[in-house]
């Protein structure tokens, strides 16, 4: 069974109030489909499923390997670098 060695990492957990949508989209004008919320920093990114994938970047470019669902919801988080689901707290 995959395990998460990054849970250290985490610092928070919840969404804010509002999300005006995937920061780096925001920026450039694109568009994404599901959004993502970094679990160390509180940024907000898209899902694989977005063209841009920023929340993989994120973590990739940071090593904020973990990120949750930011869907109405929904409380399933990601580690990129493990690749495994787990739920948030
Ligand atoms: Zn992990
Ligand atoms: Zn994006
Ligand atoms: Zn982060």
Redesign the pocket.
């Known amino acids: 069974m995959a395990e998460c060695t990054h849970l250290d990492q985490v610092r928070v957990t919840e969404l804010p109030q509002a999300i005006a949508g ?1 920061e ?2 925001l920026k450039t004008g ?1 568009r ?1 489909v599901h959004l993502r919320m970094c679990l160390t920093c509180g940024k907000i ?2 899902c694989d499923s ?1 063209p ?3 929340a993989r970047q994120h973590a990739g470019d940071d090593g904020h390997e973990l990120a949750r669902s930011a869907e109405p919801g929904e409380d399933w988080a990601y580690c990129f670098a493990d690749d495994v689901f787990l739920q948030v707290a």
């Open positions: 995937c780096e989209c694109d994404w990114g898209c977005s841009n994938r920023h």
